[in-house]
């Protein structure tokens, strides 16, 4: 069950994820090209992502609407947790991608999962092709832990992922 805090930092501010953000998170669940490497099909409509905003709000330890000022989602990041190890899922609409927004959010709810959560290791598994996801998060300090062929079922068939990790900084 999500335990959501809001978090502000520089130009980004993740606050809780709503069922009201249904309408414009499908602006990213219903676009094909953010979703190419998806384990899920498209969103074909706003309901189906009024019921995937319910499956991540239960499924996560946290959940965030990616803002830039607290109001329109631009995308979403969630936290899964199980022991002390974290899972990020991000997805962002296209117009906002490329602009840092992920970078930022990744860093602050990074910085809450170790810090408030006290997490030992934080993973991002993603299609092997998604340069661009593997780009951040390499970016920002995670290294390839693993390769898991044949890991992703997807509507274009069985597909590799990366599982990239970062450990919680030593204190």
């Given at each position: 069950m999500s335990e959501t805090s809001t978090l502000r930092g520089d130009g980004v501010v993740l606050r809780?994820?709503?069922?009201?953000?249904?309408?414009?998170?499908?602006?990213?669940?219903g676009d094909a090209e953010v979703q190419r490497f998806r384990r899920q099909d498209v969103h074909t409509d706003v309901g189906e992502t009024e019921r995937y905003i319910a499956d991540t709000l239960q499924r996560s330890r946290?959940?965030?609407?990616i803002t830039e000022s607290g109001g329109e989602a631009l995308g979403r990041l969630a936290l899964r947790v199980a022991g002390d190890i974290g899972e990020f899922g991000i997805v962002l609409r296209r117009a906002a991608q490329r602009r840092g927004l992920g970078a930022k959010a990744?860093?602050?709810?990074?910085?809450?999962?170790?810090?408030?959560?006290?997490?030992?290791?934080?993973?991002?598994?993603?299609?092997?092709?998604n340069t661009a996801s593997i780009g951040l998060f390499?970016?920002?300090g995670f290294v390839r832990t693993e390769l898991r062929a044949g890991d992703r079922a997807t509507a274009v068939?069985?597909?590799d992922s990366v599982v990239l990790s970062k450990s919680a900084p030593q204190s």
């Open positions: 809780p994820l709503a069922l009201d953000d249904a309408p414009v998170l499908f602006i990213a669940m946290a959940a965030w609407a990744i860093r602050l709810a990074e910085a809450f999962a170790f810090e408030e959560l006290r997490l030992r290791m934080l993973n991002a598994n993603i299609d092997s092709e390499t970016s920002l068939g069985l597909r």
